[in-house]
């Protein structure tokens, strides 16, 4: 195949899994201020799949993909700092599930040395949504008590450790044996099987800070675990529907509700999350002080199957699609 085409999937059309297809296109250029990487691998999201099934725009060019490793092919006009060859993880906004991706060059982050480079492809979306919502909007500080609701999935897994290392006294809820014990192994203080018991009924006092991927109608639930003072960041909407709020509640805490949405952060802002990742969490995995949580890996070839097993109710943690293991 000519360097000036590559293969990606492609979404041409809203549907099930195997409306994704492996497509022969042309390889994007670096323009002023990017990085053209040569992709290892990349990490599912919710996003891609809520694209795939038509509940969300798709992506520009049809590609989709939010992250990805690999390593620096090229650079466009203007960038420093970063030469061919070097080892990086990057944050896109569309475009990974294919065998290179255009990116700005502050949207890289460098793979420290004794992190593999295929385990990387899992970390950007995870570690900056973690990052993002247990710091900047959650403001945790050490000795607080954090619940994370979804702690064995792909955020979650990475949100449980970062807190711990932080500081944090950590609650984690997650439904089956399989995925509780998961929640303990990776250092929740208590976890919580909401598919046996009330959350709500269940947890040993209130939170100063909540993660909460359901949305909808654990709103209302979440408000009344805050502690006064607290923080209830919403970061998914997997429960569905509407959500009610008692403001009257909300106002007797003293107490904070906000959503969040990586894609809708200005470029400088994301840039700035991708060095705090790059600084903050990158190093912590790659000497094991955190760790990210694989369900499996999928060669491109099966990205149907891929996007199959990401939606199995036994998933836990992140599911990677290899692209090339020549790197």
């Known amino acids: 195949m000519s360097t000036d085409e590559m293969r990606a999937a492609v979404l041409k059309r809203a549907g099930g899994p195997d409306v994704l297809t492996l497509d022969r296109v042309r390889t994007p250029g670096p323009a002023a201020g990017e990085v053209l990487v040569r992709v290892c691998a990349f990490g599912l999201n919710n996003a891609e799949v809520l694209q795939r099934r038509g509940a969300m725009p798709g992506p520009p060019g049809g590609i989709p993909g939010l992250e990805c490793s690999g390593v620096v092919a090229a650079t466009g006009p203007g960038v420093t700092g970063w030469e061919p060859g070097d080892r990086v993880a990057a944050l896109a906004r569309c475009g990974t599930y294919a065998e290179f991706v255009a990116v700005p060059a502050g949207a890289c982050m460098r793979v420290p040395d004794g992190l593999d480079l295929t385990v990387a492809a899992a970390a950007p979306e995870a570690a900056a949504t ?105 970061v998914g909407v997997q429960a569905g529907g509407p959500g009610r709020l008692d403001a009257a509640e909300l106002m007797s805490r003293a107490a904070e509700v906000s959503s969040s949405s990586l894609g809708r952060l200005d470029d400088d802002v994301r840039q700035q999350l991708c060095r705090n990742v790059e600084r903050e969490v990158l190093p912590r995995l790659a000497d094991g002080a955190i760790r990210v949580v694989v369900d499996s890996r999928f060669g491109f070839e099966d990205i149907v199957g891929a996007h199959e097993r990401f939606s199995a109710p036994d998933r836990v943690g992140k599911v990677l699609v290899t692209v090339t293991d020549d790197i």
């Open 130 to 234: 973690a990052w993002w919502n247990l710091v900047r909007r959650g403001r945790m500080r050490a000795g607080e008590r954090v619940l994370i609701h979804g702690a064995a999935g792909g955020v979650g897994s990475v949100a449980v450790q970062l807190a711990r290392q932080l500081g944090g006294y950590v609650v984690g809820t997650a439904r089956g044996d399989r995925k509780t014990a998961l929640c303990a192994e990776l250092g929740c203080h208590d976890v919580i099987d909401y598919g046996r018991v009330d959350v709500s009924l269940s947890a040993s006092g209130l939170f100063d800070v909540i993660l909460d991927n359901q949305g909808g109608p654990a709103v209302a639930a979440n408000v009344s675990l805050l502690a006064p003072f607290g923080r209830l960041v919403i």
